[in-house]
């Protein structure tokens, strides 16, 4: 509601939605900033209403309310922050900007449920994005290929793998420690390589061509859809792959099957001839290699050069996606959509300049991130035997 009394009577804000190789254009639609505001933030309240009633009488009323909700309150403080801007909020561009920044996110958290149904916590996603960075970066600039840069990254996230592996199932390490060490070891290892070898000698080393924008015919030209879903990177491309791939192949599938015993009860596993020890050193690799793909957004697909820690906390987010996904692959999509959705805000908002101060702008990801979680707990629940230790 506060909202609603801070953009002055008379102030418009501007929504753009047409690119320039759209079919046909969509007009831009401006509209009374104030009075938007104040209704949008009604519906937000009459939402919250129905929720507490529903809460009383304890009728379940599924995830739509929930959602309108986010959606509302999103759109009422976008319609404040631009209140009056020279610069008309893309709407387009924000959406398949924020497509784009979750691709990290998606891999991070497909990791993170590939080794967690099948029983071992990964806390070691950062360390195997930024693995992954690190290889793709160096891969690309030595073949001047940006693709075998996107081949080479996977290795990366299975060598941090391995060592998951070795600590957690051989020696039976506690894994969040192992996972923790993991990531304090890569950032070591990374670091000394990129002080004394990619900056020294950065034109050889670190300096990987990017990944072409492939639009795809047709359906790239489609108005808002087209932009957002078909004029994206190859990574992007492989990522809706591999999310309905482990989506079918987790819940409708033998294999998705024996994952999901492992992870749940491993000794009747065992007991009808499972090998769990097994299973989750494949699952653990498959896991690492998918984060370490998703770690080749950061150099190849965002064409940048290497450099130290530039994961910035990304595998956090991406367990916490995991969690707010509830630990399947079209949940951990939509709840990364989520948080790439608040990582690009900060930066359209940026651009066309608001009232909000860049540090607070700054914080939105990780506040998002804590709000999200913190509103499933006792809410959600994680395969039962993740953390254990399996002997037979």
């Known amino acids: 509601m506060l909202f609603g009394l801070l953009p002055a009577s008379g102030k418009t804000t501007t929504f753009t939605f047409s690119t320039g190789t759209d079919f046909f254009a969509i ?3 401006a509209v009374r900033s104030k009075t938007t505001v104040i ?3 009604l519906v937000a309240l009459a939402c919250a209403i129905v929720s507490f009633l529903a809460t009383r009488i304890r009728h379940h009323v599924g995830p ?3 959602v309108l909700f986010g959606l509302v309150e999103v759109f009422a403080f976008l319609t404040w922050a631009v209140a009056d801007k ?3 909020l893309p709407v387009t561009g924000l959406l398949a900007g924020s497509l784009f920044l979750a691709t990290p996110l998606v891999f991070g958290s497909l990791s993170g449920l590939l080794c967690e149904h099948s029983g071992i916590i990964n806390i070691a996603i950062e360390g195997q994005l930024l693995a992954g960075a690190f290889m793709a970066a160096v891969a690309a600039t030595l073949t001047q290929n940006a693709y075998l840069g996107l081949v080479a990254a996977p290795i990366a996230g299975i060598v941090v793998g391995l060592l998951l592996v070795l600590f957690s199932i051989t020696y039976r390490v506690d894994q969040i420690i192992v996972g923790v060490v993991l990531n304090v070891l890569v950032v070591g290892v990374t670091s000394y390589l990129f002080s004394t070898v990619l900056k020294v000698n950065a034109a050889t ?5 990017r990944l072409p924008v492939l639009s795809i015919p047709v359906l790239s030209k489609i108005p808002i859809i087209g932009p957002v879903l078909f004029q994206q990177t190859a990574l992007v491309y492989v990522m809706y792959v591999v999310v309905a791939v482990l989506q079918f192949m987790l819940f409708r599938s033998r294999w998705g099957l024996r994952m999901r015993s492992v992870g749940e009860h491993p000794m009747a596993a065992d007991t009808v001839g499972i090998k769990v020890n097994r299973t989750r050193v494949r699952n653990t690799l498959l896991g690492g290699a998918v984060a370490g793909l998703g770690g080749a957004f950061f150099t190849v697909a965002a064409g940048l050069a290497f450099g130290k820690e530039m994961t910035g906390g990304k595998g956090f987010i991406a367990l916490a996606a995991m969690i707010l996904g509830r630990w399947s692959p079209k949940g951990a999509l939509a709840a990364a959509l989520l948080f790439g959705f608040s990582d690009n805000l900060q930066v359209v908002l940026g651009v066309i300049g608001t009232p909000i101060p860049s540090q607070i702008m700054l914080m939105t990801p990780y506040a998002v991130t804590i ?3 913190a509103g499933l707990v006792g809410r ?7 953390g254990i230790p399996y002997v037979k």
Not at 205 to 209: H, L, R
Not at 380 to 386: F, L, Q
Request: proline share 22%; glycine share 0%.
């Open 27 to 29: 007009d831009p639609v």
């Open 39 to 41: 209704a949008l933030t």
């Open 64 to 66: 739509w309310l929930p």
């Open 86 to 88: 020279v610069n008309p």
């Open 205 to 209: 080393w670190n300096s990987p061509p």
């Open 371 to 373: 709000f999200a979680v």
């Open 380 to 386: 959600v629940r994680a395969p039962a035997a993740e």
